[in-house]
């Protein structure tokens, strides 16, 4: 493993700027805006460099700078328009899901309808900040629950216990919407 003051910017950046943009995509539905957090990030890793204490691999590191950026700026949206969050998920003239679809088998993907996406986007939108982090890296970005453990400084128990939360939650979520579906 390289020592922090060996790690080279464009080479980390040329490694994990899939991971980053995925990432903040996943978290905010939105190119632009994913394509904003992933040059903040890499400003921050740059910045930060030199503090990096090798506690957690890099890819660790640069994970939960990736999210706390996401959050942060999720909870700025939502601080400037209430229900803006919603609607950026969506062209506001036709109604389109903007979510660009990434490398990876996304349960709302496998759905046959546009429509039905964007309900599931909806509800993984209004789950709270760590079962929202938990499900996307888990089910989206397919971490290991160590992984997503360190990532989010808790246990791989309070992980899985998250990511119980977050299915019941999106499960009553689409029950509502779907009652027909309900077991």
């Known amino acids: 493993m390289q020592k922090p003051n060996e790690y080279n910017l464009q080479q980390l950046v040329e490694t994990y700027k899939g991971l980053v943009f995925n990432t903040a995509i996943n978290f905010l539905q939105h190119r632009e805006e994913a394509e904003d957090i992933t040059q903040e990030v890499f400003i921050e890793v740059y910045q930060s460099l030199a503090k990096f204490k090798e506690q957690s691999s890099i890819s660790t590191w640069i994970y939960r700078i990736t999210i706390n950026k996401c959050l942060d700026h999720l909870r700025a949206k939502k601080r400037h328009k209430r229900f803006g969050f919603i609607t950026s998920l969506f062209h506001h003239e036709t109604g389109e899901v903007l979510h660009e679809v990434s490398h990876f088998d996304h349960p709302g993907i496998e ?12 509800a993984i939108e209004r789950l709270p900040e760590n079962q929202k982090t938990a499900f996307i890296l888990w089910h989206i970005e397919e971490l290991p629950q160590k992984e997503i453990a360190e990532i989010m400084k808790c246990s791989v128990k309070a992980i899985e216990s998250l990511l119980q939360r977050a299915k019941a939650n999106l499960r009553k979520e689409l029950e509502k919407i779907y009652p027909e579906r309900r077991n």
């Open 111 to 122: 759905l046959e309808k546009k429509e039905k996406a964007r309900f599931l986007f909806q």
